[in-house]
């Protein structure tokens, strides 16, 4: 069955510092990757997503990602965190040999960014 | 675009009550699902939907109901409310294809009394 782990349920880092956000999944098979944040009392929104082509994938915010197959990884970075940021992250793949999730989606459990002044 | 609308937004129910939460969205998509998010535990797949008239169990099934009469509706009845069904739910769409991103609502916060 698919997995999806996320290091860290909190990551805590300074204005201005590098965002890393980890994210492995468990797949004989590369599926497709997304990252989606939830600002406080919100729904989920799209970050990011891999599908096929360039490994570096950038998205909204000044973020971006990058898949590593050799690493079944799919790390989201920030060169430079803002106050704004502040918020949960989810990891999630989807694909034919997704066989975590019924709908053929499977979630990480989420990071909580902190981000200090 | 209004994307996924989810009703009502806050409730505050009684042990053994029922309703149903609303979920409706206008981009035509076949896919639907219901999560709920508890602290420390992420999101869970309730029920989820394939197209109209189809539906089918996630992870945590027990206790709700779901029908999907059209495209663009996909109501979830809690049949009988218990205090462990406290939760924030989520209710998502996408497109055909694994590659299609879930699209959010805005969630409805219920707690059980």
């Known amino acids: 069955a698919q997995s999806v782990t996320q290091l860290g349920s909190h990551v805590s880092v300074s204005e201005g510092a590098l965002v890393l956000l980890r994210c492995n999944y468990s797949?004989?098979?590369?599926?497709?990757l997304f990252w989606y944040v939830q600002y406080p009392n919100q729904g989920l929104q799209l970050l990011l997503k891999y599908t096929t082509g360039a490994t570096l994938v950038k998205g909204i915010n000044g973020f971006e990602a990058e898949f590593k197959k050799s690493e079944t990884s799919f790390h989201l970075t920030k060169p430079s965190a803002h106050m704004s940021d502040a918020a949960e992250y989810f990891c999630?793949?989807?694909?034919?040999?997704?066989?975590?999730?019924?709908?053929?989606?499977?979630f990480g459990k989420g990071t909580h960014l902190i981000i200090q002044p | 675009n209004a994307g996924v609308t989810q009703t009502p937004k806050f409730q505050v129910l009684k042990t053994g009550q029922s309703m149903t939460l609303q979920c409706a969205q206008d981009?035509?998509?076949?896919?639907m699902s219901w999560y709920r998010q508890d602290p420390g535990m992420g999101l869970r797949l309730i029920h989820y939907?394939?197209?109209?008239?189809?539906?089918d169990q996630g992870e945590v099934p027990n206790g709700y109901n779901v029908s999907r009469s059209t495209t663009e509706d996909f109501p979830l009845r809690l049949l009988s409310a218990a205090p462990s069904q406290t939760s924030v739910y989520f209710c998502?769409?996408?497109?055909?294809?694994?590659?299609?991103?879930?699209?959010f609502g805005d969630g409805t916060r219920l707690s059980i009394l």
């Open positions: 939907s394939v197209g109209a008239g189809i539906t």
């Open positions: 981009m035509n998509h076949e896919y």
């Open positions: 797949s004989s098979v590369p599926p497709y």
């Open positions: 999630a793949v989807s694909g034919v040999y997704s066989g975590g999730g019924a709908d053929g989606l499977t």
């Open positions: 998502a769409s996408r497109g055909t294809g694994w590659s299609q991103p879930q699209h």
